[in-house]
């Protein structure tokens, strides 16, 4: 049997939570989050790319981008935070956490602050 030595390295982290023992032949069956998270972060940048391209050439306020990006990141990462391992503190009955909390807010208004301008834009555009 292999003693448990303290050392820096990453699998350090899931012999401290008990994912697995110090005598274990395989590491712990996590899911590759942060390759999801690359995944569906090119997915947000496509979108982001192609809502640019669909602006008005004399629109090109960077507000509508900054709002879809903020929203979509903060979604894509609540989302990912349900079958990540280190998921912090958990509250309403051990199934969200802190900062599934804060990202669901920011999504939120990023959603209002999206919808907003592009109201306030479709209006501009209506009075001219």
């Known amino acids: 049997m292999v003693d448990k030595v303290n050392t820096s390295f990453a699998w350090d982290w899931s012999f401290r939570n008990g994912l697995i023992t110090s005598d274990s032949l395989y590491s712990a069956r996590l899911h590759p989050t942060q390759i999801y998270e690359i995944f569906l972060d090119i997915i947000l940048m496509a979108i982001i790319i192609l809502y640019s391209r669909k602006l008005k050439k004399d629109d090109k306020s960077l507000k509508p981008i900054l709002f879809l990006h903020a929203g979509g990141y903060a979604i894509i990462r609540f989302t990912l935070q349900f079958i990540r391992a280190d998921r912090g503190t958990l509250i309403f009955?051990?199934?969200?956490?802190?900062?599934?909390?804060?990202?669901?807010?920011?999504?939120?208004?990023?959603?209002?602050?999206?919808?907003?301008?592009?109201?306030?834009?479709?209006?501009?555009?209506?009075?001219?």
């Open 93 to 128: 009955g051990d199934v969200i956490s802190v900062l599934q909390i804060f990202l669901f807010s920011i999504f939120l208004l990023s959603l209002i602050f999206f919808i907003k301008h592009n109201l306030r834009s479709k209006t501009v555009l209506l009075n001219k």
